[in-house]
């Protein structure tokens, strides 16, 4: 089947993934990246010499990541602080679930990062 544009569009294929951490005494929906997503998330790690810079780099990735039932952000750039506050075991499943639902590798992020050195 060949897709159009509007199917591209409408494809629904970013996997929402439930799920437990008893350190916060629930579970947490974990959105994939969107490629739009991937490239912040790259941009807001990699410094001006195009190194990543691995403060906050776990929760980074995963603040991006959390959303409610309608899919929306559960947390803002600015709220980074308080999550890095949180459990470092919570914080490592849930950077785990995000790498694996949405195909991230050592690999893929070295891509993502010569691409935005290419785009500066």
């Known amino acids: 089947m060949i897709l159009n544009k509007e199917s ?13 951490v008893p ?11 969107s490629a739009g ?3 912040e998330f790259t941009q807001w790690v990699t410094d001006k010499e ?6 906050d780099f776990m929760t980074k990735l995963v603040s ?4 409610d039932e309608e899919g929306n ?9 308080e999550l890095n506050k949180k459990s470092s075991k919570a914080i490592d499943k849930l950077f785990k679930v995000v790498q694996t639902n949405s195909g991230m590798n050592d690999t893929s992020m070295d ?5 935005l050195k290419k785009a500066k």
Do not use: H, M
């Open 111 to 115: 891509e993502a990062k010569d691409n």
């Open 64 to 67: 991006i990541s959390l959303v």
């Open 23 to 33: 350190e916060w005494g629930g579970s947490v929906l974990v959105r994939a990246l």
């Open 73 to 81: 952000r559960l947390f803002s750039a600015e709220e980074l602080i």
């Open 50 to 55: 195009g190194k990543i810079n691995s403060r």
């Open 37 to 39: 997503d991937r490239d």
């Open 8 to 20: 591209i569009i409408n494809a629904k294929d970013l996997q929402t993934v439930e799920v437990e």
